[in-house]
């Protein structure tokens, strides 16, 4: 266990916050015993890859950094393979592991920063494919009882970006491995959302495969969105805000070529980064906290941004966008 540890090479943005206790954990044994003997009853701090996380202060908790490995083929039919992944698998690694068995559905998912483990609590998505299109169940650790548990799928609550683990069952569990269930082929692919049939069609490829869609993601994301090795952020700073007919109606009067996605009869999903950009904010940077030059979905830490000029940022962000548009948009990011 390290004492006063800085944490700038465990998250993406690099904040240089500090920790009060620190331990990477490599096994669900080793997590139950470093939980009991906490002599000091310091609060626990759950760490996994630290891309989803804009810290704004130090950590005055014991961090348990979540590193466990392993992927195991647990159960299969005809039609479908369940594979296992402890909760420290880098995700993109573990989603080309995926790939390589020909598995399908988590091809539209790649490249998404992260460990396996922290996926289903904020439900990531990409390109029109969420966690749970494929996710079978977890278990987790009950840090009352220090029993591991097994949540379904549809015990999971998800909703966009959103899962139990980040409402009611918030700091109550630590989620030890992930099942998904996979398609064998063939395999049914999402090409229609975003760029991906566009990359393909530049490929000249007419009958993709799973590892052509997964490339054609790389390459999407590659083009958008900056490598927190080389410059700190986030990834997607704020989620697609998700508006009524009637406004979207309304807004088209004056920006006829505002992007959407229906979502139902009622709701359509308006580009988070669309909205930035049109309000002028692509390339915005105050001191070392700016908005990607890229892509304006994204904030990045150009060297030494504090956490608390990143948010100073986005609020400067959100108000912006509200007054040119009337929509909030809201992190997806988790603030701490």
Request: aromatic share 8%.
């Amino acid at each position: 266990m390290q004492h006063n540890q800085s944490l700038k090479n465990y998250n993406t943005f690099g904040i240089n916050a500090q920790a009060t206790a620190f331990v990477t954990i490599t096994s669900v044994n080793q997590l139950k015993n470093v939980i009991t003997t906490n002599n000091n009853k310091l609060p626990l701090f759950i760490l996994s890859g630290g891309s989803n996380m804009l810290l704004t202060k130090n950590i005055d908790a014991l961090v348990l950094h979540i590193d466990t490995k392993g992927v195991e083929i647990i159960n299969e039919d005809d039609h479908f393979v369940w594979i296992e992944a402890q909760a420290g698998e880098v995700w993109h690694e573990f989603v080309l592991q995926t790939i390589d068995r020909n598995l399908g559905g988590l091809e539209n998912l790649s490249l998404i920063p992260g460990k396996v483990g922290s996926s289903p609590i904020q439900n990531i998505g990409a390109y029109g494919v969420e966690i749970k299109d494929t996710m079978h169940s977890l278990t987790a650790l009950n840090l009352e009882t220090l029993e591991t548990e097994t949540f379904l799928n549809t015990n999971c609550e998800f909703g966009y970006r959103e899962s139990v683990f980040k409402s009611k069952l918030k700091d109550k569990y630590i989620i030890t491995s992930v099942t998904f269930k996979l398609k064998k082929a063939p395999h049914e692919l999402h090409t229609t959302y975003g760029a991906i049939q566009q990359e393909l069609d530049f490929k000249g490829i007419t009958t993709p495969t799973i590892k052509d869609v997964s490339n054609a993601v790389i390459a999407i994301r590659q083009s958008k969105l900056p490598d927190p090795k080389e410059i700190g952020n986030s990834g997607s700073f704020f989620k697609n805000p998700v508006i009524s007919i009637d406004l979207y109606e309304q807004l088209i009067k004056k920006n006829a070529n505002i992007p959407h996605y229906p979502v139902n009869n009622l709701q359509v999903k308006v580009p988070a980064g669309w909205l930035i950009e049109q309000a002028g904010l692509k390339g915005y940077r105050k001191g070392d906290a700016g908005v990607h030059t890229k892509q304006a979905l994204v904030l990045v830490n150009y060297g030494n941004a504090t956490g608390q000029e990143l948010i100073n940022l986005a609020k400067y962000v959100q108000e912006t966008v509200f007054n040119k548009f009337g929509i909030e948009i809201t992190p997806e990011v988790n603030i701490i």
